[in-house]
């Protein structure tokens, strides 16, 4: 039996801009991607039949919905692999917060079973079948922080500061494609470019339409913005507060109202999974019983 285990780390988005909309409803965005240290974990085990099993200790996620499930049967079905998998996800990102976790699971499926299954495809391949799982998942293919274009599937390495976060999360579920849908969110910010983005003001420009959606979202930033700047990551509805130290961030974690949950993690420019998938050969990724 063989059995990988490897992290699938949340993201932030530093900034979110949105530069148009496509025909298809699909919106043109800027944005800067950014690894926390905070990760799920994934262990992924050969079977010699064809089942794809999931176990997740979550009832909600521990479905064929699951987007593990997706990207191990997109592998599986476009490579034609006569192998299967058990995966067991350790769910430790909050989810639906625009941290990326369902994502980077996604992601780190994609690069597990490419090992396990000996399918020998390059990153660039494995995130054009991560496209069809989501708009975010090519990042974490990659597993570089990166300046994103298009519907964020273009990307540039960039190697901002990593601070220390305070990542709050306002327990409010915002759905994604409905706030795409909204008719009074923002599309026209004028481009910026990976050389000038550090340089130009930026911002999330989902969050003046968050705020007046999403009155608890409003009042943590409210809250957080007195500790540090702070900002919303993706669409929400998770926040995240930049510090100078782990001291400063714990400090205002440990004031942090008990109506919402908080964590402290440090940004990442390369991916915990993809420095493990580097560093380690096949022979210590793999247990053999
Ligand atoms: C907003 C971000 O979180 C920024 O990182 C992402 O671009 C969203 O990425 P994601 O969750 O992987 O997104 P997907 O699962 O591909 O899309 C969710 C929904 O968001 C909308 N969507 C997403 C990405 C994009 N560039 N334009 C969109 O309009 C679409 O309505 C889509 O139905
Ligand atoms: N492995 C998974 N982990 C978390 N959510 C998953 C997973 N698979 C499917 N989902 C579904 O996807 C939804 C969004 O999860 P995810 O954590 O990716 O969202 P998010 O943090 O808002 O990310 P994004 O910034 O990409 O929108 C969840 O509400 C859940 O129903």
Not at 38 to 65: K, M, W, Y
Not at 274 to 283: E, H, I, K, N, P
């Amino acid at each position: 039996m063989e059995t990988i285990v490897l992290p699938a780390p949340a993201k932030l988005n530093l900034f979110l801009h949105i530069t148009g909309r496509r025909d298809n409803g699909y919106h043109e965005l800027q944005t800067v991607f950014q690894f926390l240290d905070q990760h799920d974990v994934l262990s992924f085990t050969r079977l010699a039949g064809n089942a794809i099993e999931l176990e997740c200790a979550d009832p909600a996620l521990a479905n064929d919905e699951n987007l593990v499930v997706r990207a191990a049967r997109l592998l599986q079905t476009q490579q034609k692999v006569p192998q299967g998998v058990r995966m067991i996800l350790d769910k430790r990102l909050p989810y639906g917060g625009g941290l990326g976790g369902g994502s980077s699971d996604a992601a780190t499926t994609l690069l597990a079973l490419n090992q396990l299954w000996q399918l020998g495809l390059s990153t660039t391949q494995l995130a054009q079948f991560g496209l069809e799982l989501g708009a975010d998942v090519p990042v974490f293919v990659h597993g570089h922080a990166a300046f994103a274009e298009g519907i964020g599937e273009q990307l540039y390495p960039v190697d901002p500061p990593s601070p220390w976060y305070l990542v709050v999360d306002p327990g409010v579920h915002i759905s994604t494609a409905e706030l795409f849908r909204h008719p009074d969110l923002t599309r026209d910010c004028q481009p910026v470019s990976v050389d000038d983005w550090q340089q130009r003001a930026t911002t999330n420009v989902c969050e003046p339409l968050v705020r007046r959606l999403y009155p608890e979202v409003a009042k943590a930033l409210d809250w957080l913005v007195e500790y540090a700047p702070t900002r919303l990551t993706g669409t929400g509805a998770c926040l995240f507060g930049t510090f100078e130290s782990q001291e400063l961030a714990r400090a205002a974690l440990a004031d942090l109202p008990a109506q919402w949950r908080g964590f402290v993690a440090r940004g990442l420019n390369e991916s915990p999974v993809c420095q493990q998938l580097r560093q380690a050969s096949t022979d210590n990724l793999t247990n053999h019983d």
